[in-house]
Nanobody, 122 residues
Framework: QVQLVESGGGLAQAGGSLRLSCAAS????????MGWFRQAPGKEREFVAA????????YYADSMKGRFTISRDTAKPTVYLEMNSLKPEDTAAYYC???????????????WGQGTQVTVSS
């Protein structure tokens, strides 16, 4: 089984940056796709970005393209989400998750971290 632990959340001002990390441990061979999702109060969990563990192909939600960058360090193994030009509407709990192949659908991810809160002030 894979365990995921997110870190790096916090308070940022609009226009600022944050870098989230997701450290993986355990049976990491099952991590085909690693994704970041977010959920704001009263809203559904939404896809942010994902990366194919082997090969590094990346996928982004349209609203995050150009502002967010997902990357991974296979040696650690850790997935990162670099968030730039933050907006108040980026405020949410951010979760990393592992999937065996599906990219965009939250319900298809079988392992989730506990989440890290990001708050962007205007």
């Amino acid at each position: 089984q894979v365990q995921l632990v997110e870190s790096g959340g916090g308070l940022a001002q609009a226009g600022g940056s944050l870098r989230l990390s997701c450290a993986a441990s355990g049976r990491t061979v099952s991590m085909v796709i690693m994704g970041w999702f977010r959920q704001a109060p009263g809203k559904e969990r939404e896809f942010v970005a994902a990366i194919r563990w082997s090969g590094g192909n990346t996928y982004y939600a349209d609203s995050m393209k150009g502002r967010f960058t997902i990357s991974r360090d296979t040696a650690k193994p850790t997935v990162y989400l670099e968030m730039n030009s933050l907006k108040p509407e980026d405020t949410a709990a951010y979760y990393c998750a592992a999937s065996t192949g599906v990219v965009f659908t939250p319900s298809a991810y079988h392992i989730w971290g506990q989440g890290t809160q990001v708050t962007v002030s205007s």
